[in-house]
Structures are given as C-alpha cells and as structure tokens.
C-alpha cells in the first residue's frame, strides 16, 4: 500500500487499489505510517508567486500549517516521494538540493532529487515539478520538455499568450501517466 499525502479524496488516486488517499478531511498531517508516501503539499505559500500572494493577501510566504514538513519527514521516514512545483522556495527553506532538468541527481543526505516536465505526461501546459524522493534507485522520467498547447497565465514563460488559458482546475491537475510515474517511484 502506499500514502498518497494532500490529494482529492475524489481525485485520480482514488481508483488506485494500491494507494491510500488521505484528503483534507482525513487531514494528511495525521498520517504516522508506515507505507510509502507519495506526497503533494500544498504550494500556494511556497511557489515563485508565494511573494505576491503575500503582498496581495497577507497569506505569509511558507505558512501552510507544516504540510510541507510533514510531507518531507514521512518521505524521508518511510520512502517515497514528494512532489512540488518547480523553484518551490520550500526546497531552500528546507535545505534541499535544487534539482536540474534531465536527471535525478543525489544529495548527500541519500535522497534522490529531480526536476521533469508533466507536459511530458501529457499535461496541456509547461508545469515544471520538483521531485524529492527517498528511494533505493529511482527509474528513469520522462526527461522531454514539450511545447505547451495551452497556458496556465497569460505570461510569456508559461506559454505565451496567444495559447488557449487553463483553468485553475485543470492546471493543477496530475496527469494520470504522471501519477503512475510517482507511484512506480513511490514503490522503489
């Protein structure tokens, strides 16, 4: 069995047999073990938009009631993954090792780190993700940047304007390819 930490109870690992979703309701801070986690704090306070939104709505940078540091120590506990946005600023809060694009590279702490492309997964737009794993050997990714067919902004390192905008849904979405992918990690 494996935990999937900060997920839709109705999402796409609800259909999964294998994985246990732990939603807002069940409060995924309260999970203690011992399955493999595939983690997905949530990232408004953290990604490259966290200063903005603080600005704007006084929702500090990092406050997210320690979901991100419950995600990295049930990783780190009990082997998995978790998954951010790329340039989250949890990875520098944290002391983690920013990862590069086209392979996992590994820290000395002995976890592995990442960064792939979900458009590779078939996510409509470019949504670059960070992936924090502690497993023995993590499998290749799909290291492909293809070009976006839709935008989750209107700004030009999104896509550009001229592409058709996500919807807040749909952009936050996992590409089921992609979920696989984290749950064959998550199993290593």
């Known amino acids: ?17 294998d994985v246990d979703p732990w939603d807002v309701r069940r409060d995924a801070r309260n999970f203690h073990g011992f399955d493999p986690v595939i983690a ?27 979901c ?14 978790l998954e951010h946005p790329a340039k989250s600023l949890a990875w520098e809060a944290f ?12 820290p000395f702490d002995g976890s592995w780190v990442c960064e792939v492309n ?36 209107y700004l030009t390192n999104h896509g550009g304007g001229s592409l058709p905008r996500l919807t807040r849904k749909q952009a936050s979405s996992t ?3 992609f979920r696989d992918e984290l749950i064959r990690v998550a199993k290593r």
């Open 68 to 81: 991100f540091r419950h995600a990295l120590e049930s990783v780190r506990r009990f082997g998995g993954v």
């Open 175 to 177: 590409p089921i390819a």
């Open 118 to 153: 979900q458009g590779a997964y078939g996510h409509l737009a470019r949504k670059a993700t960070w992936l924090y794993a502690c497993v023995r050997d993590p499998p290749a990714m799909r290291w492909a940047d293809p070009p976006p067919t839709a935008t989750v902004s």
């Open 1 to 17: 069995m494996i935990a999937a930490l900060f997920v839709d109870a109705n999402g796409i690992y609800s259909d999964c047999d």
């Open 95 to 106: 002391g983690l090792l920013k990862p590069v694009a086209g392979g996992w590279q590994r």
């Open 40 to 66: 997905h704090p949530p990232c408004s306070v953290w990604c490259q938009l966290a200063p903005l939104n603080q600005a704007r709505y006084g929702r500090l940078i990092g406050e997210d009631s320690g």
